[in-house]
């Protein structure tokens, strides 16, 4: 099979300079609007989608987002292997605004969004247990390093409903599960692209630190914009580059993002 590298923007990521032959489209979906028309394009002969999360001029709130419809027309495009680009806020010390963390686990505390495209007449239950696609990260940390960046590789993201940010209590409980990083819309696009069989990973770019941290009162959305522009350049590059290096043949999946669903329906064939 082919690869088709999606890469979804969040706050700060609104366009990626550079995709030849590259155009605005509008996607259908059946599942509502994706948060914006899609920019296809070309990187080395391989075919590159990207979606600003939040809709260019940041018109949706991580709540508002509809992951379905996103998910559901990046696969409609045939994306095969998804990035997704993500600011945080850093649960540890050596994780300092303008840090790049791959991610390997999540934890889902949001409650207000659709998290599957199975319901009533289809059920299925994929597994999750590692969100993470290895041999994506495996592309994204050598690009990482490539560009002499701060980088972690591992770290768990827990995902918040928000859209206010933590209190000082949620940040320390969070921090005393052993998370790492903290933001509002790795869920549930993680567990949907597992179910459209697509390979994801994260690059959660560090703006801030969380609440338990004495730092944290200087933060506003304005320090975070002031991060995310500093880095902004540093993101698009990064993306450039893991289309640069990404095999042009897809590869399968160690931990099953491309066959989730071959194990997954319980009802049955002829409902
Ligand atoms: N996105 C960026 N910083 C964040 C934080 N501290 N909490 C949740 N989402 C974030």
């Keep these: 099979m082919k690869a088709v590298l999606g890469i979804i923007g969040g706050s700060g990521l609104y366009n990626i300079p550079g995709f030849e032959n590259a155009l605005w489209q509008r996607v259908e979906s059946p599942w509502g609007e994706p948060s914006d028309d899609l ?51 850093s649960l540890k010390e050596e994780y300092k605004p303008g840090t790049f963390v791959l991610v390997d686990q999540f934890i889902d505390r949001t409650i207000a969004r659709e998290k599957s495209f199975f319901g009533t007449g289809c059920v299925a239950h994929v597994s999750i247990a590692d969100p993470i696609s290895p041999l994506l990260v495996d592309v994204v940390e050598a690009s990482c390093k490539a560009a002499g960046l701060a980088y972690h590789r591992g770290g768990t993201y827990l995902a918040m409903e928000g859209p206010q940010f933590s209190s000082k209590a949620e940040s320390h409980l969070y921090r005393s599960w052993g998370c790492d990083v903290i933001g509002m819309t790795n869920m549930p696009e993680a567990k949907l692209a597992r179910e459209a069989e697509i390979s994801y990973s994260t690059i959660a770019m560090v703006t801030d630190y969380d609440s338990w941290h004495a730092d944290h009162g200087n933060v506003d959305i304005n320090a975070i914009l002031k991060v995310l522009h500093e880095n902004v350049d540093t993101a698009q590059k990064l993306v450039l580059s893991v289309a640069k290096s990404l095999p042009r043949e897809h590869e399968e999946c160690p931990v099953g993002s491309n066959s989730a669903l071959e194990y997954a329906i319980l009802t049955a064939a002829d409902k």
Aim: glycine share 12%; proline share 4%.
């Design 39 to 89: 920019l296809i394009g070309e990187i080395d002969g391989l075919k590159v989608v990207f979606l600003p999360r939040h809709g260019r001029g940041h018109v949706h709130s991580p709540s508002a987002i509809n992951y379905r419809a996103n998910i559901d027309a990046l696969k409609r495009e045939g994306v095969t292997d998804l990035i997704s680009v993500s600011a945080c806020g």
